[in-house]
C-alpha cells in the first residue's frame, strides 16, 4: 500500500499518465482519476486515442503528480489494465457522473496497480525507491 504522503498527494494534484508502445512515448495530462481504497489508481477514459493504443500494447505505465507550490512530487510505476464493463468500470462511470454530471462519459476504465514509488521532490529523498 502507498504511503499515506503519496496518497494524499495524488487525490489533490492532476496527474500525468505517461504510456509508450515500444515507440514513441505518449504522456497526457489525467484530471479523470480516482486513488482507490485498495491502493489501485483508477482513471476514467474519455480521450484516450494513443495513450489506449499504447496501454493495450504494453501494461507498463508512469504516473507522475506534484504540488507547484511545494515541489513535492512522486512518480508511481505499475501495471495497467483496460475494462469497458464490470464493476471497475462502473465505479469509474459513477464518478464521471459526480465530476462532470453527465457532460462527459468514459468510454473505459484504467486501473494501475503500482509496483513502485518514486520521489521527485527537491531534497535528500529525491529518487528515493519504495517497491510494492
Known sequence: MMDEKIVNLLKNQLWYLATCDGGEPNAVPVGFKKVADDGTLLIGDVFFKVTLKNLLANANVSISACDAASGEGYQVKGTAEYFTDGPIFEEIKA???????????????????????????????????TEY
Do not use: S
Not at 473505459?108 to 520521489?119: H, S
Open 95 to 129: 464518478l464521471g457522473e459526480e465530476l462532470f454530471h453527465g457532460k462527459l462519459a468514459p468510454k473505459g476504465a484504467v486501473r494501475v496497480t503500482p509496483r513502485k514509488a518514486i520521489v521527485t521532490t527537491p531534497g535528500p529523498d529525491n529518487n528515493k525507491v
